[in-house]
């Protein structure tokens, strides 16, 4: 009740929201008390989240922040989703994101951009709370909600947690189903929980997390207890620093933190070791052609005829061309021009096919520095929290937001991004670690010694 009120209160201002359900939740926290009175609670029992609007919900509106979903209600759940209300979860509403997660400022969003929290010392002007799931981040941030569901394709967890001030984790290619998500790019979406400490996250994706027959891609290995790993310390972990996330102009603070970042990590007793991840500066433009391709491919389904809105023509063609036109914003077109375009014939070859060869090169490079190192610490973002119009007119300025989380996706690997303290301008900044294979446990460890 306390959250519900807390929403009502803070999210016209906030927009983190797009849908409330508070009849839903109390229904949820009444099974909850009952479960509780009965001794038999669970480990999320009663717990508040806010759900994405990219996982869909049995009998309650999903959109994906797109006009083309229109009042679309999904009759299934997703599998993540179910295995949080199974573990006694109370969801509060379905929380804003970039248009079909494309996007890092939630500026792209249908329902129109989410207000961060916070602001610049001194200053008035709003921030971004960072993309896609700029919902989730702020109404953590904000505490609309204990934690959240997120999704992240090339960041979309990591840098709006980075932003906001929370903790976020992509966790390895394969650890939680995609089943019942709204798919954007197959091959690099991966959900996770967006929280306020390391360890509530910890909780969460234990929760999450766990093969699903449903979706080909879920791997069927055990999740382990990641709470029970924390508070052990990283006595003798291995920390590599990529001499290639040095990247040119990167601004002073941000090397000043990555500074701190590696200091406090030998503090508490790592190993510091360059490392080299040669390919790194191909990661971002085979990531924009990797997943718009993709996207171009799973949007075909939006035709006015399955889903959503339907814009009617004459014929049936038509109806595809008005339905997408009035239904799809500008970046969604935009990828899905850049990717039939990778895809056609003629250019597959010099584009798509490079771009994934590119992407084994890069899985290639972190293969071998797991030979040296048990964890890889970057910045999570190149700037701190940007100003409502300050990237959304330039696409490739908006695209290198993402030029230290993309590498993850494309190599398959768990990224968690944790708040390391504050700019010169006084809003969060965040640091990323990067792990080996269904290492998520060694993340939370050491993201532990930095938050
Ligand atoms: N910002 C990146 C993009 O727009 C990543 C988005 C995401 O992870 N969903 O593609």
Request: glycine share 12%; aromatic share 8%; net charge negative.
């Amino acid at each position: 009740e306390a959250h519900i009120e807390a929403i009502g209160a803070a999210n016209p201002a906030i927009n983190a929201y797009v849908l409330v359900t508070p009849e839903h939740a109390l229904a949820q926290a009444k099974e909850s008390d009952a479960r509780i009175a009965k001794g038999d609670a669970r480990a999320l029992e009663g717990i508040p989240l806010g759900n994405k609007d990219l996982f869909c919900t049995d009998g309650i509106r999903t959109t994906a922040c797109s006009k083309i979903l229109g009042e679309f209600t999904p009759t299934y759940e997703s599998t993540v989703g179910s295995n949080l209300w199974n573990a006694g979860a109370v969801m509060l509403g379905k929380l804003n994101n970039d248009e079909f997660a494309m996007g890092s400022s939630n500026e792209t969003s249908a329902f129109g951009p989410v207000v961060s929290p916070w602001r610049r010392t001194g200053k008035t002007d709003k921030l971004v709370p960072g993309g896609s799931s700029g919902g989730s981040s702020a109404a953590v941030a904000a505490g609309l909600c204990l934690a959240a569901t997120a999704t992240d394709t090339g960041g979309s967890i990591r840098q709006p947690a980075a932003l906001t001030g929370t903790v976020g984790i992509k966790p390895t290619y394969g650890r939680c189903s995609r089943w019942g998500i709204v798919a954007f790019a197959s091959s690099l979406d991966q959900a996770g929980p967006i929280a306020k400490t390391v360890r509530d996250a910890a909780i969460m994706l234990g929760s999450m997390a766990g093969h699903d027959a449903k979706d080909s891609t879920s791997v069927d290995v055990p999740v382990p207890n990641y709470e029970a790993a924390l508070g052990k310390g990283i006595k003798g972990l291995r920390v590599g620093v990529p001499k290639e996330y040095r990247v040119e102009g990167m601004s002073k603070e941000i090397e000043d933190l990555w500074t701190k970042g590696i200091a406090w990590l030998k503090d508490a007793g790592a190993t510091i070791h360059e490392i080299s991840l040669p390919h790194t500066k191909y990661a971002l433009p085979a990531y924009y052609i990797v997943a718009p391709a993709e996207a171009s491919s799973n949007l075909a389904r939006y035709d006015g005829v399955r889903y959503g809105l339907r814009v009617p023509g004459r014929d049936i063609t038509e109806t595809y061309e008005n339905t997408r036109a009035a239904g799809f914003g500008k970046e969604v077109r935009r990828r899905i021009l850049i990717g039939t375009y990778v895809l056609s014939a003629g250019y597959y070859d010099a584009y798509y096919l490079k771009a994934q060869k590119v992407r084994t090169l890069i899985k290639r490079d972190f293969d071998e520095a797991w030979n040296t190192v048990d964890v890889v610490l970057t910045p999570t973002t190149p700037s701190p929290a940007f100003a409502f119009g300050e990237k959304s007119g330039d696409p490739l300025a908006m695209y290198l937001e993402d030029i230290f989380t993309v590498t993850v996706n494309m190599a398959g690997l768990p990224g968690i991004s944790v708040p390391a303290g504050l700019s010169t301008e006084g809003t969060p900044l965040g640091l990323q670690l990067i792990g080996k294979p269904f290492d998520e446990g060694t993340l939370f460890a050491a993201g532990e010694a930095i938050e």
